[in-house]
Structure formats: structure tokens, C-alpha cells
């Protein structure tokens, strides 16, 4: 018995899930050229959606956006292009891992995922001084920014304006059945390389992310909207998820928040959305879409959320720029 546990033992640990590899350079983060630089030297690509209009010669304020799993900075081109129109800048890059960005298919570790974006915050407000800054996550890019909020030494702490959160991903283990664990952590740690196929997915089971048919399409057609998952990312993102679930207790000091969520999101379950809703209590303005899906900029009547989250950022940045006027001599 005991030859056998070592010899699985050993075949565990030679089957260890896979991390995207590092840069090895050390630099200050930059935006520049369509591309944002981090700090070990990784080129990730990036998109902008400048403010349209007279704005004194910049944005009325800065998003900054973190796409969800298997998608990719042109996920908020829809609600970027309203909030132009509104004097707001969007800017996104492509997550490790993800789009056109390195190793495409491999995680590369919430540790780093939350380092990189605060390394786009710091390039950013380099870029834009003195604009107000709001950082936004969806699905898993929400689980980066609620989780990089609970961790020490964030600059989303003390260096942003808002938060805002949409349909974050904080389904963790601890809310799926038994079942969904073991046969996760077994694929992750024997078959790590197995490739999981969107349509193998749906012959199981049909989930719907949106009412846009016409959108889902388009997503379906695009070449960097990623239709493949390694059970090992797989894995990363629900450690992630678990991280995220919890990250509300952790919270000691945060900007506002912003908190959206669709009441037929069919990827993240209510009861973890709501439970995390309520432990972030006070902390959080929450706008619940009775229409809303898990894509909710993207969905029908995405254009009442992107609304809503546009007014949320002008109405905090011009609350930051009277306090600013306030205390400055």
C-alpha cells in the first residue's frame, strides 16, 4: 500500500499544474505604443478608448478595465464607447494568459495578475496626472481587483478613486458540490494539459452569459475570445474564486464601490454574490438588474448599466475634485 501512495504521490507532483512564465527584467510600468509594459518587462497588449469632446484637454475621469475568463480587452469596447461620449477614458489591457497577450492558455497566478494591475494603475496615473481614477473588474477581473483590495499594500487602497465590480467571480469551493472539487483538483493535478472545448461543455449543460444573441455570435467568430480551457487555469481561477469569496472580511480600507450584478446571471450563482454583497455591507453601492445577465455592459438593455456606472464615476471624480479644491490653499 505504502509503494503505491508514494508512486501516486509522485505522479502528482510531476503533474503539477503550469504557470506562465515571468519577464526578467525590473522597470517601472509604462503605457505606451498600444501596449502596457509591467514592471518585469511583459509586453501586454492594450486598448484605449479616449474621451471625446472638450474636456479642458483631458478625461473627466479614467476607467481602468479587467476583462473576465477567456476574454480579452475588447470585452468593454460596447460600454467604452458610451462613456467617451460622457468625457471618460476606458483603458484595457489583455491578462496574462489571455487575447493576444504571452502564453496564451496558461495561468499566471492571481499573485501576479494582482501585481499587474498595480502596475497599470501606477502607468496610468503617471500618464494622467491628477485625473480620477476608477478600476473596474468583470467576472474573474472582478475577483482580481475585490481581491487585490483585501490584500496589503494594493495601491487600490489609497491610489484610486472607485471600485467598481461587475458580476465578480466568487463561486469558490466552498459553494459547489463535492463532486465539482474532487473532479476538479483530480484533472488539474493528473491531467493539467487536458484541454476543455466550450461545445464539449454545452452538450453537458446549457448556460447563457447573455441575452445578445448577435453579440455571443461575434464572440463565437473572434479569434482571440478563447473556446479552449486547460483544467489547470481551471483550477487557478476557482483557487482565485475562493480567495475572492472571502476577500470582504479582509477589506480594512477601500475607495467607493461599486457592486452590479444581473438577477439571471447563470455563471455565478446568487447565494455566493449575495453572501458576498452582505459581507461587504456598508462598503459597497449595489445595483441589482432585473434584465441583467453574467455580460452585463454587453447585454439588451446593457446600455442601462453602462449609464448608471457612468454616472456613479463622474459623480465620485467630481466629489474627489471639491475635496481636493477644499483642502488645496
Not at 472582478?142 to 458580476?167: C, E, K, M, N, W
Not at 491531467?191 to 464539449?200: E, I, Q, Y
Amino acid at each position: 500500500m505504502r509503494p503505491l501512495f508514494f508512486c501516486l504521490c509522485l505522479l502528482l507532483a510531476a503533474c503539477a499544474p503550469l504557470r506562465a512564465p515571468l519577464g526578467s527584467l525590473s522597470q517601472p510600468p509604462a503605457l505606451a505604443g498600444g501596449v502596457f509594459v509591467t514592471r518585469d518587462g511583459t509586453s501586454l497588449p492594450l486598448r484605449e478608448w479616449p474621451s471625446e469632446g472638450d474636456f479642458r484637454g483631458r478625461p473627466r475621469a479614467l476607467v481602468l478595465a479587467l476583462h473576465g475568463m477567456s476574454d480579452y480587452s475588447n470585452a468593454f469596447a460596447m460600454p467604452a464607447a458610451f462613456w467617451a461620449t460622457q468625457g471618460i477614458t476606458t483603458l484595457a489591457y489583455d491578462q496574462r494568459g489571455f487575447g493576444a497577450g504571452p502564453n496564451p492558455g496558461l495561468w499566471a497566478g492571481a499573485d501576479i495578475m494582482r501585481r499587474d494591475l498595480d502596475d497599470f494603475v501606477a502607468a496610468a496615473k503617471s500618464r494622467f496626472p491628477g485625473v480620477p481614477v476608477f478600476v473596474l473588474g468583470e467576472s474573474m477581473g472582478g475577483a482580481v481587483v475585490l481581491t487585490a483590495l483585501a490584500g496589503p499594500g494594493s495601491l487600490l487602497s489609497s491610489q484610486v478613486d472607485g471600485v467598481i465590480l461587475a458580476a465578480p467571480a466568487v463561486w469558490s469551493r466552498a459553494d459547489m458540490p463535492i463532486s465539482y472539487r474532487v473532479a476538479l483538483y483530480l484533472a488539474a493535478h493528473l491531467v493539467p494539459g487536458l484541454v476543455l472545448t466550450n461545445s464539449a461543455a454545452s452538450r453537458v449543460v446549457t448556460i447563457v452569459p447573455s441575452d445578445n444573441i448577435e453579440m455571443l455570435r461575434a464572440l463565437a467568430r473572434d479569434p482571440l475570445f478563447q473556446k479552449k480551457t486547460r483544467t489547470d487555469t481551471l483550477f487557478g481561477l476557482v483557487n482565485l474564486m475562493d480567495e475572492a469569496r472571502t476577500a470582504p472580511a479582509r477589506i480594512t480600507r477601500a475607495p467607493p464601490i461599486l457592486m452590479l450584478y444581473g438577477a439571471h446571471d447563470q455563471i455565478i450563482p446568487a447565494a455566493p454574490t449575495k453572501a458576498v454583497i452582505a459581507a461587504l455591507g456598508g462598503k459597497a453601492d449595489v445595483r441589482r438588474y432585473p434584465n441583467g445577465y453574467h455580460m452585463l455592459f454587453r447585454d439588451l438593455d446593457g446600455r442601462t448599466v453602462q449609464k448608471d456606472t457612468a454616472d456613479w464615476v463622474l459623480e465620485h471624480a467630481g466629489q474627489q475634485k471639491r475635496e481636493l479644491a477644499v483642502i488645496s490653499p
